[in-house]
């Protein structure tokens, strides 16, 4: 069975930063998309950043220079750099892993807050 394990969040000061960590166990096989999402109180679930296995990387409009996503195919592992933090960030993040093989999957991890303070 496949288990999303994300660490890293915390309290922090507008402007600091925090690194989170996805760490996958279970899976035998490189997930094809590997990425981080996040949900503040009262609104939906958004992307954040998220990395195919072919090294394509996408970002929100709103952390793009401040964010930085890196991943380890062979340890199926995601890190969030995540740098200037504002309030706005707010949210819990989830990591998700995604993708087909002999069908689709589309993993999800219990959830790490992180809370920027003004």
């Known amino acids: 069975q496949v288990r999303l394990v994300e660490s890293g969040g915390g309290l922090v000061q507008a402007g600091g930063s925090l690194r989170l960590t996805c760490a996958a166990s279970?899976?035998?096989?490189?997930?094809?998309?590997m990425g981080w999402y996040r949900q503040a109180p009262g609104k939906q679930r958004e992307l954040v950043a998220a990395?195919?296995?072919?090294?394509?990387?996408v970002y929100a409009d709103s952390v793009k220079g401040r964010f930085t996503l890196s991943r380890d195919n062979t340890e199926n592992t995601v890190h969030l750099q995540m740098n200037n933090l504002r309030p706005e960030d707010t949210a819990v993040y989830y990591c998700n892993a995604r993708g087909v093989r002999l069908g689709k999957y589309d993993y999800w991890g219990q959830g790490t807050q992180v809370t920027v303070s003004s």
């Open positions: 279970g899976s035998i096989f490189s997930f094809n998309t």
């Open positions: 990395s195919t296995s072919g090294g394509s990387t």
